[in-house]
């Protein structure tokens, strides 16, 4: 190893693009047993070396992070070409900026009114919408969820991706294209609601963009207009009496027909008896929210505070903790 010194003082370039050339491609774990090596050397050489070595250290971690960023950026920068975001006025009643009109491809997507300031989110595994908890879909139900359905007409006001524990989601924003009925009030709003999309961690930074795109479209597409029904069209020509063929003449009607007396009604059978009243609905401690409820039908009222619930009845309290029947009052 060789070491340029000028007017005394020893130069830093040669050592350093000496080693840069050699080491720049190494793990990070190899970089890092560098530098205990070289902590072993003569103290002359230390500064020099540990130099070159954090130098080193701070580009490869800044080339992987690179890397990773626009992995992830070329797919979802792809995804923002292909579907345009649409954006909108705060309360989400007139478009701004027109985007992309989407389509459903399949039934079962929840949505809120968007003057409401919950989300509903939808996760997607394996192709297929995931139901929601029986909890979230009473809690939905109670403040007005619709149900969005195939060929319904969405535009997309925001996407983003989201790294969780072993899984990427890609996070889609849907408004409605239409206002809907809003149940319990006066006039229409439009839906939000979001779709998430759950792939393995690796899968964005390793798969091409069309590939993504594939698993997207098979529930959320760009409209074509191939979802109108096709069975609604004029059927005058098929309900029209089939013509007579010529030559034939058309077949005439009686000139007098005989009176028919109508039927005698048969005597209507005897009402049966009322069946017996069944026992009343009991409650257990130990029991589920899905067990009380279909004993007990819906609650005037339902409190969550996380791991506890309680459901209020016209003359009882019932109290869950972890989903289980604690306490009834």
């Known amino acids: 190893m060789c070491i340029a010194f000028h007017q005394g003082a020893p130069s830093t370039q040669p050592v350093e693009g000496h080693f840069a ?30 130099t070159s070595a954090i130098l080193i ?12 960023a626009d992995s992830s950026s070329g797919v979802l920068g ?33 949505s809120l009114p968007s003057s409401i300031m919950i989300v509903p989110d939808n ?37 983003e991706r989201k790294d969780e524990s072993g899984d990427v989601l890609l996070k889609f924003t849907i408004l409605t294209a239409s206002a809907l009925d809003v149940s319990g009030q006066e006039g229409q709003k439009k839906y939000l609601a979001t779709v998430s999309f759950k792939f393995k961690k690796g899968y964005l930074d390793d798969s091409p963009p069309e590939e993504v795109e594939q698993a997207i479209e098979a529930v959320l597409a760009p409209d074509t207009g191939d979802d109108n029904s096709q069975g609604g069209g004029d059927n ?42 069944g026992p009343p609905p009991t409650i257990s401690i130990g029991e589920s929210s899905t067990q009380v409820l279909q004993a007990l039908g819906m609650p005037q009222q339902m409190i969550d505070l996380g791991k506890k619930k309680t459901f209020v009845y016209k003359n009882m309290k019932i109290i869950f903790v972890d989903d289980k029947v604690s306490d009834v009052q």
Not at 28 to 49: A, D, E
Not at 57 to 68: K, L, W
Not at 99 to 105: D, E, V, W
Request: proline share 13%; with cysteine; glycine share 4%.
């Open 21 to 50: 050339a050699m080491y720049s491609s190494l793990p990070p774990k190899h970089i890092l047993s560098l530098v205990r090596r070289i902590l072993t050397m003569p103290k002359l050489l230390q500064p020099l070396l540990l």
């Open 57 to 68: 250290c701070a580009a490869t971690f800044s080339a992987q992070s690179a890397a990773a």
């Open 78 to 110: 792809a995804l923002q070409k292909k579907y345009l975001v649409t954006e909108t006025t705060p309360d989400h009643e007139q478009i701004t900026k027109d985007g992309t009109t989407m389509s459903l491809k399949c039934a079962g997507v929840y």
């Open 123 to 159: 996760k997607v595994s394996d192709g297929k919408i995931q139901p929601p908890s029986m909890f979230a879909k009473m809690t939905w139900t109670k403040i007005g969820s619709h149900v969005l359905q195939t060929g319904d007409k969405v535009y997309i006001t925001k996407m």
């Open 236 to 277: 005058t020509a098929a309900n029209q009496a089939p013509a007579q063929p010529k030559g034939r003449p058309a077949p005439q009607a009686p000139a007098q027909q005989q009176a028919v007396a109508p039927p005698v009604a048969a005597p209507a059978p005897p009402a049966p008896a009322p069946a017996p009243a």
